[in-house]
Each structure stands twice: as structure tokens, then as C-alpha cells.
């Protein structure tokens, strides 16, 4: 019913740039939640940044004044742009949507995209 799809991952040296895409699809109303987490290998999946409907944001430590997110509602997307990227933020980037209001008044939690490769060289 929700589909989302990330783009904008690839290979960046050290001190670069990148800026992810994600955009939900399907039969939305609304999103409260979307979010940007990421997983290294051999590690866990950790929340990078958060964003609510409203514009309240929550960031990991790690990236706190080097990623900014946002959102555009109507377009049912999220944004994360990254700047002074390190070696440490390589990661497979995954996209998240929580608390969706589907068609017919339904909420859902907790959907994912496919995840994007983020690789930063030193």
C-alpha cells in the first residue's frame, strides 16, 4: 500500500557532499513521522535523523551540524543532506515512515525503503 524509494547515494571523498531522496508512494493521506537510519556493516541499524509533519527534528549525535533533513508534505518526501562527510558515516541509508494515515482511515507504522549506499572515501 506504501511503497518508498530513496535515491541520491553513492561514492564521496572525505569532507564532501551528498544529498538523499525519499519519496512515499501510495494510497497516503498523511505521514506524521519520516526518518533517515543507517546500518555499517557488522552493526546495528541506527536513527540518523528524524523529522515530524510539524518540523520537529531529532538528530543522532554523530551527525548533528554536518546533516540537515527535511521534508516536503505535499510530496510526501524527505530529505537528507550531508555535508563534511567521514569515513564513519559509510553506510547502507535507509528511508522510514511511521504513523501513515492510508485511504479508507487507516494507520499504519513502520515502513521501509530498498536503502541507498553511502560510501565516503579517506
Known amino acids: 500500500q506504501v511503497q518508498l524509494v530513496e535515491s541520491g547515494g553513492g561514492l564521496v571523498q572525505a569532507g564532501g557532499s551528498l544529498r538523499l531522496s525519499c519519496a512515499a508512494s501510495?494510497?497516503?493521506?498523511?505521514?506524521?513521522?519520516m526518518g533517515w537510519y543507517r546500518q555499517a556493516p557488522g552493526k546495528q541499524r541506527e536513527l540518523v535523523a528524524a523529522?515530524?509533519?510539524?518540523?520537529?527534528?531529532n538528530y543522532a549525535d554523530s551527525v548533528k551540524g554536518r546533516f540537515t533533513i527535511s521534508r516536503d508534505n505535499a510530496k510526501n518526501t524527505v530529505y537528507l543532506q550531508m555535508n563534511s562527510l567521514k569515513p564513519e558515516d559509510t553506510a547502507v541509508y535507509y528511508c522510514?515512515?511511521?504513523?501513515?494515515?492510508?485511504?479508507?482511515?487507516?494507520?499504519?507504522?513502520?515502513?521501509w525503503g530498498q536503502g541507498t549506499q553511502v560510501t565516503v572515501s579517506s
Open positions: 523529522i515530524t509533519s510539524g518540523g520537529s527534528t
Open positions: 501510495g494510497r497516503i493521506i498523511s505521514i506524521n513521522a
Open positions: 522510514n515512515a511511521d504513523d501513515v494515515l492510508i485511504v479508507g482511515g487507516t494507520r499504519r507504522n513502520d515502513y
